[in-house]
């Protein structure tokens, strides 16, 4: 069972405001990712880190930004949040060296946002 | 362009019956091949990851397949259950970087009814 945790579940907030959504994760992993996923469509890439200090644009732009302080936590910032924003955010992780490619990833149960 | 297709789009069956979900990509360089499974409400879970050399393997009554030739997966479940109702999701992974980038299908929706 993967130890990867994420705070709030849900969250309905206005327009305008400052969101931070949490991510820990307890198994000692180094790259953690943040997702964007919609109803009925695919997973897409918003962050990634290596390590602590480390952290990378993924493929959809986002407005959001993360920092990697400590190994297990890599939260998420939304410094003015739209309506656009509105989406589920999943976080993952994986670890284990050489190939890390063929680890798999750890998923979080996600935060469903919605700003009106 | 990279992409991963799957099909069908959603399946219903009943409980008891056997079912293949199917995958395509054009993945390249392929490095490997994953099955996810998430419930409603709830992250993904992975089932399988599957590399280039292999071309089957099980995880208890889902078992995936992959022809890295014709760059296609199935995913078969066996006497399904009530608690498989769920979307399967297939990965794809290059090895074109460091981080090994991943390609996500739209999924397959499940349900199995009583």
Same mark, same amino acid.
């Given at each position: 069972?993967?130890?990867?945790?994420?705070?709030?579940?849900?969250?309905? @907030?206005? $327009?305008?405001?400052?969101?931070?959504?949490?991510? =820990?994760?307890?198994?000692? /992993?180094?790259?953690? !990712?943040?997702?964007?996923?919609?109803?009925?469509?695919?997973?897409?890439?918003?962050?990634?880190?290596?390590?602590?200090?480390?952290?990378?644009?993924?493929?959809?732009?986002?407005?959001?930004?993360?920092?990697? @302080?400590? $190994?297990?936590?890599?939260?998420?910032?939304?410094? =003015?949040?739209?309506?656009? /924003?509105?989406?589920? !955010?999943?976080?993952?992780?994986?670890?284990?060296?050489?190939?890390?490619?063929?680890?798999?990833?750890?998923?979080?149960?996600?935060?469903?946002?919605?700003?009106? | 362009?990279?992409?991963?297709?799957?099909?069908?789009?959603?399946?219903?069956?009943?409980?008891?019956?056997?079912?293949?979900?199917?995958?395509?990509?054009?993945?390249?360089?392929?490095?490997?091949?994953?099955?996810?499974?998430?419930?409603?409400?709830?992250?993904?879970?992975?089932?399988?990851?599957?590399?280039?050399?292999?071309?089957?393997?099980?995880?208890?009554?889902?078992?995936?397949?992959?022809?890295?030739?014709?760059?296609?997966?199935?995913?078969?479940?066996?006497?399904?259950?009530?608690?498989?109702?769920?979307?399967?999701?297939?990965?794809?992974?290059?090895?074109?970087?460091?981080?090994?980038?991943?390609?996500?299908?739209?999924?397959?929706?499940?349900?199995?009814?009583?």
């Amino acid at each position: 069972e993967a130890d990867i945790y994420q705070t709030p579940r849900y969250l309905v @907030i206005g $327009t305008g405001k400052k969101i931070t959504l949490e991510c =820990s994760q307890t198994m000692g /992993h180094d790259k953690m !990712y943040w997702y964007q996923q919609d109803p009925g469509m695919e997973l897409h890439l918003i962050h990634y880190s290596y390590g602590v200090n480390s952290t990378e644009k993924g493929d959809l732009s986002s407005e959001s930004t993360v920092s990697r @302080i400590r $190994t297990e936590h890599f939260p998420l910032t939304l410094e =003015s949040a739209r309506p656009s /924003h509105t989406s589920q !955010y999943l976080c993952a992780s994986s670890g284990g060296s050489g190939d890390g490619n063929n680890q798999p990833q750890h998923f979080g149960d996600g935060t469903r946002l919605s700003i009106l | 362009k990279n992409q991963v297709e799957q099909s069908p789009q959603s399946l219903i069956i009943l409980e008891g019956k056997n079912c293949t979900l199917q995958c395509n990509y054009t993945v390249s360089p392929f490095s490997n091949l994953r099955w996810y499974k998430q419930d409603t409400g709830r992250g993904p879970v992975s089932l399988t990851i599957m590399t280039f050399s292999e071309n089957t393997k099980s995880n208890g009554r889902y078992t995936a397949t992959l022809d890295a030739d014709t760059k296609q997966s199935s995913l078969h479940i066996t006497a399904s259950q009530l608690s498989d109702s769920a979307s399967y999701i297939c990965v794809v992974s290059d090895r074109g970087s460091t981080l090994g980038r991943l390609y996500f299908g739209r999924g397959t929706q499940l349900t199995v009814w009583p």
